[in-house]
């Protein structure tokens, strides 16, 4: 249908009113759009941590080999002259030959120590072979597994040999011998690492690597072949843990330059600075430092190991520049093993990198095994070479006048480079360069402010970042400080800790080693911190308690639970939620903490947050009381009397809105069972006794007059299942309660031959069923059990059949779990089938042997009991019923529906009669909590090993974890619905221009006045019978639900977008749909007679429909029999209802109402009260009597008004006004239909009236201040439906003879509908539901030939 061309497309038409009107979309609230609805619970994948060094190592002993024979030169190199003559920074020929050798000895060991003083240092000068050997082998045999040094300066003798040798000297130095690299890898062993320092060096770490892996070959043979000579021998060492550093290529000599040293290489690894300086003073940019000479480089003042003085803090920056290159260059495994896992290494590899740079000046380039990619271009090289020109340019006066030195603004640059990266950065790019320069930072103090806060920025990006910072060497930094004191680091370091904790939680150890969990203990105590940083506090202290019990045991005595009750009332509701975490983790599992908690009164200061307006609080408030009972210790009366206490408040939340709290409140509850696990078997073989031995009474035997519930024929009409709420779960209520149906989610057709096993059958034995879930077969009790246990447990008088006083208590839980088992919201319904299918399995096999010639009657419900010796039904192979042990719920065959795929992209259309397919295909699940049953068990009842894994202690939600992705994802960036120029924003803002545009011209066309209304603009075949249809507000999608399953359909182009079904049981029906956030991104709300409410999302688009949220919105409908007035009028409404539908005998169903602007959602029906429920709290707000005895019929409210109109099967209007007290908020009740009221409307304007219509088709108009109704209508008798057009003050009546009408305001027909139109002039079936657009004037009609048709206006209005 296309809207008038002009009107889309002139601009000017109504501007103004278009921008106030987006103003309003922009301002209604989003009902069900929180992380809770919009992500699975559980928390984030963990990313394998690499950062934490498994084997850091220490290099122990160092073996300095210098081969000088000063004097002599060796013969195959020809040096120049003048020519390269330090070693060691000493001149070998200004004193005795052997003076200088030891002098240089001393020397080297002195430059070694700078780095590594801890080590055992042994020089072996101008050694012979055997020498070498003793040196090599005693340094091993004192390293053990550690790392030994090998430093060989091999200037006085011949080049290495291509046969892989080096060369030492005989006993009196008359000839040089070769030593082969071979044996030095036997004697020095791994892990080593090795220098060498001299020509043609490239040559030694060839030979190294062809040695190692003819090692690793001989090692192979030896290992297949045990007769082998080799394997006879003790194994050579692998060499796969041995590091080289060598000066130059295989072909390569060393430089011969006079002004530099002759160990050049040696003096790179172990005087860095010093050489770095020369050689910066020897290049041609020198000359732009005035005043700078060689012999002024010795003077700067200073120590290496002071960053306050100059030399010092070229270290540091030369540490911090090195690191850093090594850190962007390197692959991450490589930096971690060379940079992070031994601190000599780490110091020779840093140092590497600057031989390279200043060796390949000279045409010499370094070797390594591993082999590092050329660093010698790297851009940060530039700032280090402009570090040391600002550090030397301030020489000349420093050292002549004395002036205060400056000190280099290279870490405050760094620092503004890695904030530039911070703010300009988009999402996927490389990672800033700076990252291990702002950790060098830490150190200073100066700086330390600032590198915190950039820091937390960073890992403020997200689990990538934490894995960065943690792999640069971060943690070690920020643990140290934890022991500051200074105020101003509070925020920032809780911050830090909360990032990696999110991250990697294997923290909690050090921390509690290092005594961090003090720091955090006395932020959490701290009532100036902001309720931020206590949260973050208390969520690391979360962490520290976490299954860690040393974590457990040090918090407690930091007196952690006090600090965390005093906490509990925060207003700030994440705080709120961490600190009962905190709680419910602290005594997991740990009694000392219980019982502190107990002294606290910490379970009842818990209470109150059961009722907190945020569901993830409540949840958290659940999981602590959860653990609290769930402890194993010793039990004492005081204990099992609080775990009542515990268990009886926990079970009022069993109709909580939220089924994040209620799947919450099962676990909890599991904790119990396995507590009291005799206790709850004896009630669950009580239970299996009564289900197995009780004949519900037949409500036909009690029915009231006029209540039309033939209950059963046969047995193959499943039994009706009565929803109970905790309230009558005490109560033994009347045969009134049945008239619900059971969870049969797959049954035989109706009436069909079902094969019942002979003998075990009471009479009111009903098809099978199988459960929601695919591991149906393997479960003992059966939805249809748990249903008629809950069923009986109303009128058995279990209570005094048990006689223990206190087991009240666990049958009260026990029906809990039962109500729960039966909860609307899948992953509920399937934790509490898990939980009682556990008991039930103890139960029954414990009790086997002393009954085992009893009747089949403790395996009656126990496929998996040792009798059946593994048989199972399978329901979907359709195997053979199982033996007779097996009780009447699972004995059946089963016919499979057409279950729909998981993976399937459009589910097929499930038929209706054929049962409609198991929760389990729209919710997949992945782990199977049972497996099958044992394959043969011994007769003595012993455990069966295949079902060890059905106890239940390892039920879990994954809130938890799921809460602490909260800190683990950005907390800075500002969300992407408030970013004006995200993808989302703008298809907001796309919907709310469309909204306008819908608004404004279907207001054109309803101001112009609808005059007919009967042209029919869509007509298809709904897949079911329709029962209730609602319009989109606002995009052409019509929802048309029939009794458990919705179809949408687009009106304009007339195909049907999708078809799914609601999850509701058999035997209940659909009786209401609302479209929540309908201007936004719309939800479906449907609602089912047995007070259950649904809401789906993903519907009528490409993606699969998923259940949002559910839960029970009424519980204890009551079937009532349609008000009693008068005698015809009576028997008129029971004539229309039958007509309509044979399985509507009895009430109104559920009817809600919806209100945006609040979030408020009404709900009544066949309940005395009108319910509200405030759909962001998601938790009941107030609960209305209607001081009738009949049933509410239609609900209509006005959110600015504050009122509440609801029609009543009584024939009465009644008006409340929801800001009174229940006892006053009924301000006026009209009795002026003689019949059941089929709809009241109360209109939205600020005087708008009531306009309410009864099944005899007499239209009232009220006006809520007066007493009696302005306005009487006559309309046909017999009205099946109604609907009142919200704009264009239009109602439409369907009536049993099988036509529509419309009316105006005035009462005058304006249209009247017999026939479809163009199909074949059919007449249309009789009207099942009605009703109108909100905007546009469109009329949608489902009759009971599942003809589904749409009328609007004449053409040339729309």
């Given amino acids: 249908m296309k809207m008038d061309s002009d009107l889309l497309h002139s601009p000017a038409v109504g501007l103004a009113e278009e921008e106030e009107a987006d103003m309003n979309d922009w301002k209604l609230p989003l009902a069900f759009m929180k992380k809770r609805h919009s992500e699975k619970i559980e928390g984030s994948k963990a990313l394998a941590q690499s950062w934490r060094m498994k084997d850091r190592m220490k290099t122990v002993s160092v073996a300095l080999v210098l081969c000088l024979n000063v004097g002599v030169d060796p013969p195959d190199v020809v040096k120049t002259s003048p020519c390269a003559r330090l070693e060691c920074w000493i001149d070998p020929l200004s004193m005795s030959p052997q003076k200088a050798l030891e002098t240089i000895g001393a020397n080297l060991q002195k430059q070694y120590e700078n780095w590594q003083p801890r080590a055992r240092y042994k020089q072996s000068l101008d050694p012979t072979v055997d020498e070498v ?46 030593l082969s690299i071979y044996d030095l890898q036997t004697w020095m062993g ?250 060098q930072v830490l150190l200073s103090q100066v700086h330390r402010l600032r590198a915190l806060d950039l820091l937390g920025r960073f890992l403020d990006l997200g689990p990538w970042a934490v894995s960065l910072a943690l792999s640069v060497g971060i943690f070690p930094y920020v643990l140290k400080l934890l022991q500051s004191s200074a105020r101003e680091l509070r925020p920032l370091l809780v911050f830090i800790w909360a990032k990696i904790l999110a991250v990697d939680s294997s923290c909690q150890a050090d921390l509690v080693k290092d005594n961090g969990h003090k720091y955090f203990l006395s932020v959490l105590a701290d009532s100036y911190m902001p309720a931020e940083h206590r949260t973050m506090a208390v969520f690391i202290l979360a962490v520290i308690v976490n299954s860690y019990n040393t974590g457990q045991e040090a918090c407690l005595q930091g007196n952690l639970i006090a600090n965390c009750l005093e906490q509990l009332s925060d207003p700030h ?36 947050l059961l009722s907190d307006p945020i569901p993830e609080v409540r949840c958290a408030a659940v999981f602590a009381l959860g653990t609290f009972v769930g402890n194993s210790a010793e039990r004492t009366d005081h204990s099992t009397t609080i775990d009542h206490n515990v268990a009886m408040m926990l079970a009022q939340l069993i109709n909580d809105g939220s089924p994040v709290v209620r799947k919450e409140l099962v676990v909890a509850l599991s904790h119990l069972v396995v507590q009291y696990e005799s206790n709850f078997c004896t009630v669950a073989l009580q239970f299996i006794e009564e289900e197995k031995n009780y004949t519900v009474p037949s409500p036909a035997n009690t029915a009231e007059p006029g209540n039309l519930t033939p209950v059963r024929d046969s047995p193959a009409i499943p039994r009706l299942r009565s929803v109970n709420s905790y309230t009558n779960i005490r109560a033994a209520t009347t045969a009134r309660n049945l008239n619900k149906s059971l969870q049969n989610l797959n049954l035989n057709e109706e009436g069909g031959p079902a094969a019942f096993s002979p003998g075990n059958l009471s009479t009111s034995s009903s098809a099978s069923s199988t459960l929601g879930s695919p591991d149906n077969d393997e479960y003992i009790l059966s939805f249809e059990t748990i249903d ?143 497996d099958k049953g044992p394959e043969q068990a011994g007769e003595d009842g012993d455990e069966p090993g295949g079902h060890r894994n059905y106890i239940c202690p390892a039920l879990q939600t994954g809130l938890c974890d799921w809460s602490a992705k909260y800190f683990a994802q950005p907390v800075m960036k500002i969300p992407e619905e408030h970013d004006l120029e995200s993808q989302v924003r703008m298809e907001r803002q796309w919907r709310f221009l ?27 075949r709904n897949p079911g019978v329709p029962s209730v249809v609602k319009f989109h507000p606002f995009n052409t999608c019509i929802a048309v639900a029939d009794k458990d399953s919705i179809c949408f359909w687009d009106w304009e182009k007339g195909e049907r977008l999708d078809y799914f079904y609601n999850g509701n049981p058999r035997y209940t029906r659909i009786t209401a749909m609302e479209y929540l956030n309908g201007h936004d991104c719309s939800l479906l709300l449907t609602a089912t007679d047995d007070g259950a409410l649904r809401i789906w999302k993903n519907f009528a688009d490409q993606k699969n429909p998923e259940m949002v949220t559910a839960w029970q919105g009424l519980s204890d409908m009551l079937p009532t029999t349609r008000g009693q007035p008068s005698s015809s009028a009576h028997s008129l409404a029971r004539r229309v209802s039958i007509y309509l539908d044979r399985s509507k005998q009895g009430g109104a169903g559920m009817v809600v109402d919806w209100e945006q602007e609040t979030g408020l959602l009404m709900t009544s029906g066949d309940v005395r009260v009108i319910r509200i429920w405030d759909t962001d709290r998601e938790m009941k707000v107030q609960d209305i009597p209607t001081g009738a005895d009949s049933c509410v019929t239609s609900l209509s409210c006005d959110s600015q008004r504050s009122l509440i109109v609801a029609g009543l099967g009584d024939g009465s209007v009644r008006v409340f006004d929801r800001r009174m007290g229940p006892n006053e908020c009924r301000v006026m009740t009209y009795r002026e239909h003689g019949a059941w009221v089929v709809k009241a409307h109360l209109q939205k304007e600020t ?100 003809y589904m048709s749409i009328y609007s206006a004449e053409k040339r209005l729309r």
């Fill in 788 to 930: 008629k246990m809950r069923r009986v447990s109303s009128y058995s008088s279990l209570n005094s059949l048990i006689g223990v006083s206190f087991n009240s208590v666990y049958t009260q839980i026990w029906r809990v779990l039962l109500h729960l088992a039966a909860d609307p919201f899948p992953e509920v319904s399937d934790l509490a089938m898990k939980v009682l299918n556990s008991i039930a399995y103890k139960a029954t096999m414990n009790a086997r042997p002393q009954r085992i010639l009893d009747s089949g009657s403790l395996t009656q419900s126990a496929p998996a009991s040792p009798t059946s010796k593994g048989t199972h039904i399978h329901q979907a192979g359709g195997s053979p019923p199982m033996p007779s042990t097996s009780s009447s719920s699972l004995t059946n065959e089963v016919p499979k529906p057409p279950a729909r795929e998981q993976t399937s992209t459009r589910p097929p259309y499930t038929p209706t009669l054929g049962g409609q397919a198991p929760h389990s295909h729209q919710f997949p699940r992945t782990r199977k909590m049972f």
């Fill in 994 to 1020: 469309r909204n306008t545009r819908v608004r404004r011209q279907s207001r054109g066309i309803t101001q112009r006045g609808v005059s007919r209304l009967d042209d029919q603009i869509f007509i298809n």
């Fill in 133 to 178: 050997k003793k040196l090599c082998t005693s340094l091993r045999r004192n390293a053990k597994e550690e790392r030994v040094l090998f430093h060989y300066n091999g200037h006085g003798v011949p080049r290495p040999t291509v046969n892989g040798e080096i060369w030492v000297f005989n006993k009196n130095y008359t000839q040089y011998i070769p």
């Fill in 1247 to 1346: 005087d708008g009236h009531i306009i309410s219509v009864s099944v005899n088709g007499d239209v009232r108009f009220f006006e809520p201040r007066t007493p009696d109704s302005i306005n009487v209508l006559q309309t046909v008798k017999g009205l099946t439906a109604l609907d009142i057009h919200p704009q264009a003050n239009l109602f439409a009546c369907g009536s049993m003879n099988q036509f529509i009408a419309v009316y105006n305001a005035n009462g005058d027909v304006i249209s009247n509908i017999k026939y479809y139109d163009g199909f074949m002039g059919q007449r249309i079936g009789a009207i099942s539901c009605l009703a109108f657009h909100p905007y546009w004037p469109h009329l949608a009609v489902g009759s009971n030939d599942y």
């Fill in 190 to 439: 791994s892990p080593s690492i090795f220098v060498y320092d001299c020509s043609n060096a490239g040559i030694i770490v060839k030979s190294f690597k062809q040695f190692a892996l003819q090692r690793e070959q001989e090692l192979e043979v030896a290992a297949i072949n045990p007769s082998h000579p080799l394997a006879q021998m003790p194994l050579p060492p692998s060499m796969k843990n041995c590091i080289q550093l060598a000066a130059c290529e295989a072909s390569e000599l060393l430089p011969m330059n006079p002004d530099l040293p002759a160990d050049l290489f040696t003096s790179c690894l172990t005087t860095p600075i010093k050489i770095a300086l020369r050689w910066f003073c020897m290049q041609k940019s020198a000359k732009l430092v005035p005043g700078v000479t060689l012999d002024l480089i010795e003077k700067i003042p200073g120590r290496l190991n002071d960053r306050r003085t100059p030399l010092g803090e070229l270290n540091w920056i030369f540490t911090a520049i090195t690191d850093t290159i090594a850190w962007n260059v390197l692959p991450r495994d490589l930096f971690q093993k060379l940079f992070r896992q031994d601190l000599l290494v780490a110091s020779l590899f840093r140092n590497f990198l600057l031989a390279e740079r200043i060796m390949r000046s000279y045409n010499c380039t370094p070797v390594s095994s591993p082999r590092l990619p050329p660093t010698y271009m790297h851009a940060m090289w530039q700032a280090w070479d402009l570090a040391v020109d600002i550090c030397l340019s301030q020489l000349p006066t420093i050292i002549e006048e004395g002036t205060a030195f400056r000190h280099s603004p290279f870490f405050a640059e760094q620092l503004t480079a890695f904030q530039v990266w911070l703010t300009m950065g988009v999402e996927n790019r490389n990672p800033p360069e700076q990252l291990p320069i702002v950790l």
């Fill in 573 to 608: 509701p994440l705080l709120r939620q961490w600190v009962a975490i905190c709680l419910g983790r602290i005594w997991q599992n740990f009694d000392p903490a219980r019982w502190c908690g107990v002294r606290d009164s910490a379970h009842e200061k818990l209470y109150t």
